[in-house]
């Protein structure tokens, strides 16, 4: 067995499907509460389902943390991004700074940042505060061969795994993950054509935001990796694919869902790119789906059709492609929302007002 397929098999082990007699315990509670029977919504759906990850064990106050993964892609040299690779280590040192998107609202919310080099091309070994991960100064060009190895593949899945572990250890009770790496919505958008059964025009989109010509171009690499995946790995395994597509930091995501569910700990997925982390390990693992959270869903084609392979419904959608982190970490309030009220609403017995149809 591959040393990375042997690691998804011990983790998922240990990750059992929540119990849905808890869901509907919580639920009759949710029943009962001062407010018509349906009426918070999604919200009422997102407490049961805490109620069932936790086992029971509600509490409104949240230690949470968002960890953002940092790696370069080689496919950027296909010309495939508005920005040159270097941005990658630049934002990173941004984050660290405390200047981007990320640390405004996480600020603001009060998550914890955690930034990860999983594989940025460059020596990021003055930087203080940084999580030091790296595999390879980024992965290999996919056009040409596998992004990475079963051995790298390994190590990035192993460092979101423990990076998992160490947060359930910190009392996290809430983790989001986010991305930064100069060309990964072509290799999300890759893995959403092989595991959607799209085509790369489908689901491509502008990433970074480039003109047409590198558009074209875009979805043009998007459709040759695809097309030679398909060549080699007819059965489409998806760590196969993962090893051939996907990203270092891709795989440490994947390696943080895999561990903070065998930890029970919800994870608030954010854009195109963590999200398609999230459908490999559930293409693998599908019992990972009970503890995700699809934090919103943007404006990348490729997204919805992922949000639909998981059968996940966005907790919002604000039109956004940043990545980072920021549409889950936005999440972050509406998920603490729905627990206050689960845990500080009276009950029509405790308030002494009448239900319906008394």
Do not use: W
């Not at 007819?234 to 694919?241: E, I, P, Q, T």
Request: proline share 3%.
């Amino acid at each position: 067995m591959l040393k990375s397929s042997q690691l998804i098999a011990e983790v998922a082990e240990a990750i059992a499907p929540v119990d849905p007699s808890l869901i509907s315990i919580a639920q009759l509670h949710i029943d009962n509460l001062t407010k018509p029977v349906g009426s918070l919504g999604q919200l009422e759906q997102i407490a049961a389902r805490i109620f069932a990850i936790r086992k029971g064990r509600m509490d409104p106050a949240f230690h949470k943390s968002v960890y953002v993964f940092a790696a370069d892609h080689g496919v950027a040299g296909a010309g495939v991004s508005a920005y040159p690779s270097e941005v990658t280590a630049q934002m990173v040192r941004n984050f660290l700074a405390g200047g981007a998107a990320i640390n405004v609202l996480a600020r603001l919310h009060g998550a914890d940042v955690h930034v990860v080099d999983a594989g940025v091309n460059a020596d990021l070994s003055d930087c203080s505060g940084l999580l030091h991960r790296k595999v390879r100064h980024g992965s290999r060009n996919m056009l040409r061969e596998a992004a990475m190895s079963d051995a790298e593949c390994e190590q990035a899945l192993q460092a979101g795994v423990g990076l998992a572990e160490a947060a359930s250890l910190g009392g996290n009770a809430l983790l989001a993950v986010g991305e930064m790496g100069i060309g990964n919505t072509t290799a999300a958008s890759a893995i959403t054509a092989v595991l959607t059964h799209r085509t790369a025009a489908e689901v491509t989109g502008r990433g970074t935001g480039v003109d047409d010509n590198i558009f074209t171009r875009k979805q043009s690499v998007v459709q040759q990796v695809v097309d030679n995946f398909e060549v080699e790995n007819g059965n489409k395994n998806a760590l196969a694919l993962l090893q051939s597509a996907g990203g270092l930091e891709i795989a440490a995501i994947a390696g943080m869902i895999l561990g903070a569910a065998r930890h029970g700990t919800p994870v608030i997925i954010d854009g195109f790119i963590s999200t398609a982390a999230a459908a490999i390990v559930f293409s693998l693992v599908p019992s990972i789906r009970d503890y995700l959270f699809a934090g919103h869903q943007s404006q990348e084609p490729g997204h919805r059709f992922l949000l639909e392979y998981l059968g996940l419904k966005p907790l919002l959608q604000l039109d956004m492609r940043l990545g980072e982190g920021t549409g889950a970490v936005l999440a972050m309030p509406v998920i603490e929302s729905a627990v206050a009220l689960y845990c500080e609403m009276a009950t029509f017995a405790s308030a002494g007002v009448s239900g319906a149809g008394a």
